[in-house]
């Protein structure tokens, strides 16, 4: 197979497993076992190094088989590092909240109870990449 076919495909096993991810993540639906993204992401970035060892003969595959060993990279990095545990169970939609208080964007106490009886959106957002 050469360098150039083999860069397009760690490339387009990136795109596409990254897409899957992401649907995932923005759908609040992280898997437990994550070891098929990495095998995944392992692969493509393993694509994209012998792609480059043989030659890809273009700067568009060494530029594809460039960013499937980054995404690769950098997808193992944050799962190694990233401590998110898919779906505890703990709250679903339409399930009673327990009682809790915290502070707003001004620094006053937000007390939820206030909002008692009332349909809410309710969203948590850690952001530690």
């Known amino acids: 197979?050469?360098?150039?076919?083999?860069?397009?495909?760690?490339?387009?096993?990136?795109?596409?497993?990254?897409?899957?991810?992401?649907?995932?993540?923005?759908?609040?639906?992280?898997?437990?076992?994550?070891?098929?993204?990495?095998?995944?992401?392992?692969?493509?970035?393993?694509?994209?190094?012998?792609?480059?060892?043989?030659?890809?003969?273009s700067w568009v595959a060494n530029t594809a088989a460039g960013i499937a060993i980054f995404a690769g990279a950098f997808f193992l990095l944050t799962v190694a590092i990233g401590k998110q545990v898919g779906g505890s169970g703990q709250f679903q939609v339409g399930s009673t909240l327990p009682d809790f208080s915290a502070p707003d964007e001004n620094n006053k106490i937000f007390d939820i109870s206030s909002l008692s009886g009332q349909p809410i959106l309710l969203k948590f957002f850690r952001g530690h990449w």
């Not at 897409?19 to 990495?38: C, G, T, Y």
């Open 1 to 57: 197979m050469s360098g150039f076919t083999l860069a397009m495909l760690g490339f387009g096993l990136a795109l596409i497993t990254v897409a899957r991810w992401a649907m995932l993540l923005f759908s609040v639906s992280i898997p437990k076992n994550r070891s098929v993204f990495v095998v995944l992401m392992t692969l493509s970035g393993g694509l994209g190094i012998a792609a480059l060892t043989l030659g890809t003969g």
